[in-house]
């Protein structure tokens, strides 16, 4: 059948803001291609998509990181290598936004918003990147931005 070609069957895979909305679709859809996903997210564990991935017979491995400093990143690779035996793809998807006039809008705004969106997703691909290399089957990330990173805005400076 022609889906065997996309099959993640045996496959690991990492997906940061997998609480809620596109992270949560998106690990479940590796799931449902037959990945175990270990998602990644700064609140309570992500309920929804931890049933859902287990009820496909799949593991999921919920980890908890606040992705504002690089901190976490080096225990995340190193929990999902120790709890699922491997990583074969990474999904940078968490991402935030501060509202605020460009007038107004402060230093700790500006770097919470690189800190997420970019230097996290960077420091985090490296590690991964690392653990690619290590295992030597190489793998794929995958890196998700929002829309308004086109647009900008006098509201969002930032972007």
Sequence with gaps: MILDQFSLEGKV??????????????AIG????????????FGNPPETAT??????????LAIQADL??????????DTVV?????IDILVNNAGTIRRAPALEF???D???????NLKTVFFLSQAVGRQFLKQGTGGK????????????????PSY
């Design 51 to 60: 049933s859902e991935i287990r009820r496909l017979g799949r593991r999921f």
């Design 68 to 77: 504002g400093s690089i901190e976490p990143v080096q225990r995340i690779v």
């Design 141 to 156: 990330i995958v890196n998700v931005a929002s829309l308004l990173a086109f647009q900008g805005g006098i509201l969002i």
């Design 30 to 41: 590796l799931a449902q291609a037959g990945a175990d996903v270990a998602g990644v997210d």
């Design 110 to 116: 500006w770097d919470d918003v690189m800190n997420v």
């Design 82 to 86: 120790a709890e699922l035996g491997r």
């Design 13 to 26: 895979a990492i997906v940061t803001g997998a609480g809620a909305g596109l992270g949560e679709a998106m």
């Design 106 to 108: 402060t230093e700790k």
